[in-house]
């Protein structure tokens, strides 16, 4: 080779990708080695990275090193660590090597199966793997390929309503009339998450007629039939056509669960889709002594959970289970020539475009293939359980310590509790106080915990099921929330006598 | 540790993630190696998965050796080699080294960024990442957060274009009044990807709404001006109101090239939203010759490229970029007390889940990053180049072979031929005839293309992008095409000649 040979660029040759893979490999393992040693919550000023990178992309190639080197200096700083083992926030997103390894080949095999064709193993794993699921959740086989129903794999539970809201729109717009939209109604309580609202929107159903029906302490913020039999009579009276209702497995606040059959029956009198979001929960549902809160699962038309929540699943992953994917595939299929095959005339395979927003997919049921078969049922209810059990263990905590209160049942791994509210201190209802109770613990980069506001009340959650998360972390975060309350109550007390 | 001792179970234990992973990255590189040795469009039948997988879970975890064997022997046989050097179907998804070390950082980090403080990092590496990008293509500072603008990050075109219809939607609706939805008029051409039909729908805009409206070869199959301000006004005539036109910029078919400034222009007229869709061509407009594509971009509300088609970056990844964000944010936007935080109190800080579809969002910045810095500008600029030049290798070979024809003019690095069609012969279009040219390509599995029909004719497209196609392959393909239609055409000699 002479000295002016321009090296040749060769963006995906095998022996390159093996070392530099390996190198990134070894950076991760060494971060989760260390996870535990970082603020879990960043502690940047917003606009902080702007000052650290260039402005501009390099014009030149850089060398891996350089890269890892800011991941290391730069990024990691401005990381909230979600797989920190004090990581208690929002919901976990629960990462696994199983996980990983399944992202890794999905990533690496990068086909786009958007139809069978395109690649049929990645729509026939999908398919299989969707029915493993099922099962393991002991879906009624109406839900199932090898029964007379189906399921996919979306990013997210938003997709999963989006597309099931459009389903039941149009089928009910092909009923009442195509200019009729402005009538349908769309039912979840307070407690639903935001994304059916969102969702709803997107669809094009007006704001007005989304329902946010009210839940209460006495009902432990479950969606009261009574209360959505009522609603649905009224909108009726007003010439309103109810469209779909959402009960929700699991929900963000409090993890609190809509009682799925009673609801089931409501929605089959007034022929409204009913989906259950189980985004959270439904992963807790493989084991048995979880599995009644899917009592009545038979009557709704479709069932979402999220595998990257609190199955081992590396983002993204969510499960979506349809009793009639035929009226998805009605809402969303497009007949385009380009993608026109022989396979998918004879129409005796699934293309999941037709299953979903977008054209192009990742291999995600690699990575769900993976999980399930590296943990199997055993390990992912051992799982599931250790979880719980630690969830137990810290609300066992909070009981025993008489300034604190559970402000709501703990069903699953969500514990969700406060300071009982001093009356005589002026602090009213204990929103203050147990809000800067939380920031006093959070701001301390020893745990990351966040908040509700559940019945007016203002509750600390304590989400746990990061998969390194382990006894003694729960227990460092109880010593860490009683040593932050100590000195605000002193504190309180001070002020309230004047002090300080 | 006594022999009863239940084994400790440890889904992410960094030992064991390095060691697994190491052998996950092994098999990838002995893949690439082998891809070109596989059919590159899979030969399985329907079904046959189902028959080599056991149809329900394991209970026991089962070791990685058992996982891969089955990628190997199931999974493999039922793959279309998209990362094939002879893959020259659909567009290319262009895996890179480069795009997978990003998306293992992603997915090993797996953070969830839906707002800032979920992990400032993300949010703020994706802001100047869509800066970097928005640069490189020359946009105008409109787009960019540095200048008025901003841009996100999705995971398909169609995710992009659900979002700024919705948008679109909401302002116009704000305008003329909410239930008036049905009035709303969408334009593309008979070229404009599917899913702009499709997410006009998703978005609730009737399907009448939808003008589709016709191209030629006269114009290259771009769309007309003439005929788009036409439409409008008969539109407004009617009493609809335009709300959104996309212009693309390399359709799936051929390639082609709407008028973009002319299209901006009308778009101002009628003030309907002006969304650019350079899903295919976007990437190769960071290179000077490629630029002059984009002039008029200004005119734009809206532009999205697809990363994950020809930047080397693996799926999925789609930039866009808007000059109003605020418009999205209206219309996509929740306030959910659970998110609640001081730095979006603030409103100092980017909340990417107002910005897109779902809450959940996967850490695609740091792979785009990866991508740019691993290659710099200057490769990216090699690697398009290179395909193009394969691509006017291959236009220039099927020019000189008097049998073929090309079909529509050749922009970027898709040839669009066929076999001219034999009057004598009683073939009539050559439909037939190039059907079954391009089925015996297909499964010889030597190589893999798709066809169009454009203005009436059934073309042959030659998508050249994959990462591993070299000159070899290109030569190889052209040799495996003359070979194939040398068989046709004497056999369709025998067959008008009343032989065989």
Redesign the interface.
Known sequence: MGSHSTPS?S????????E???R??????????NVEKYPV??R?E?????HQ?P????????P?E??LKD?ND??????????SPNFFA?FQ?N???????G???C??????GFN???????T??E??VM???G??LKLPSSFLF?GTGGGVLH?????AI?CTL?AA??EALEEIG??C??KLVVYGSDQT???L???S????????NFRSLATSFSSEFALSPDVVRAAMEEDVAAGLVPLYICATVGT??TGAVDPVEPLGHIAKEHKVWFHIDAAYAGSACICPEFRHYLVGVELADSISL?P?KWF?T???CCCLWLKNPKSLID??S???????NS?SD?K??VDYKDWQ??????FRA?KL??V????????LM??IR?DVNLAKRFEAMVLEDDRFEIVAPRRFALVCFRLKPKVDDGDGDGSDLNRRLLDAVNSSGRAFM????VGGVYVIRCAIGS??TEEQHVDDLWKLVQEKARFLLLDNTLLSNGGI
């Open positions: 660029f963006p995906l040759d095998p022996k390159s990708f093996s530099e893979s390996m990134v490999i070894d950076f991760l393992a060494d971060y989760y080695k919550q960043s940047v917003p606009g902080y990275l702007l990178l402005n501009t992309a390099p014009y030149c190639p850089e891996l350089n890269i991941v730069s990024i990691i700083p401005g990381l909230t660590h979600w797989q929002y997103a990462a696994s090597t199983a996980g990983f390894l992202e890794m080949l990533s690496g095999l990068n086909v786009v069978w064709i395109a690649s049929p193993a990645a026939e794993l398919c299989i029915d493993w699921m099962k393991m090898s990013g997210s539970t938003c997709e989006v459009a729109r149009d195509s200019d939209i402005t998450h935001f994304t609202q969102k969702a929107k997107l669809v094009g159903i007006p704001q007005a963000t606040a999220n990257h081992l590396n983002m993204d809402s969303l497009t007949d385009s020539e380009l993608l026109r396979a004879s005796a395979v927003i977008a054209l192009s997919r990742r690699m293939w993976v399930i078969r590296r943990n199997g049922l055993a390990n051992v799982h250790s966040t908040h509700a506001v998969t390194l």
